[in-house]
C-alpha cells in the first residue's frame, strides 16, 4: 500500500507560477513510476507528466514547455513545477504512482483567475 499526500495547491492570477509537491510512502519509491494527473469540472481525468524510476518524462501536449514534472528518491517526493499558468489550467491535480497498483493522492486544488 502506498499513501500519497500532496501540496502546493491554491490560487494564483494567468501568467504565475506554482509548485505541487507529493509525499509518497514505501521504502521501494526508487522503482515507483509517478505522475501527475488533474480533472476539471465536467471533464474526465487527464494526464499532465509522468515521470519513470529512471527519470524519463513525458508530459501533455497541453502543458509541454510550462510544466516541468522531477522527484526526489532521497525524500520520497516529487514535484510539479508549473509557469506560464493559464485558467485553463485549473483543476483538482492528483498525484499517482504505479507499483503493484495504482495509487492517488486526495487531490489539490489549482484555481488560475485574475
Known amino acids: 500500500q502506498v499513501q500519497l499526500v500532496e501540496s502546493g495547491g491554491g490560487l494564483v492570477q494567468p501568467g504565475g507560477s506554482l509548485r505541487l509537491s507529493c509525499a509518497a510512502s514505501?521504502?521501494?519509491?526508487?522503482?515507483?513510476?509517478m505522475g501527475w494527473y488533474r480533472q476539471a469540472p465536467g471533464k474526465q481525468r487527464e494526464l499532465v507528466a509522468q515521470?519513470?524510476?529512471?527519470?524519463?518524462?513525458n508530459y501533455a501536449d497541453s502543458v509541454k514547455g510550462r510544466f516541468t514534472i522531477s522527484r526526489d528518491n532521497a525524500k520520497n517526493m516529487v514535484y510539479l513545477q508549473m509557469n506560464s499558468l493559464k485558467p485553463e489550467d485549473t483543476a483538482v491535480y492528483y498525484c499517482n504512482c504505479k507499483y503493484d497498483n495504482s495509487y492517488w493522492g486526495q487531490g489539490t486544488q489549482v484555481t488560475v483567475s485574475s
Open positions: 514505501g521504502s521501494s519509491f526508487r522503482v515507483y513510476v
Open positions: 515521470i519513470t524510476s529512471g527519470g524519463t518524462t
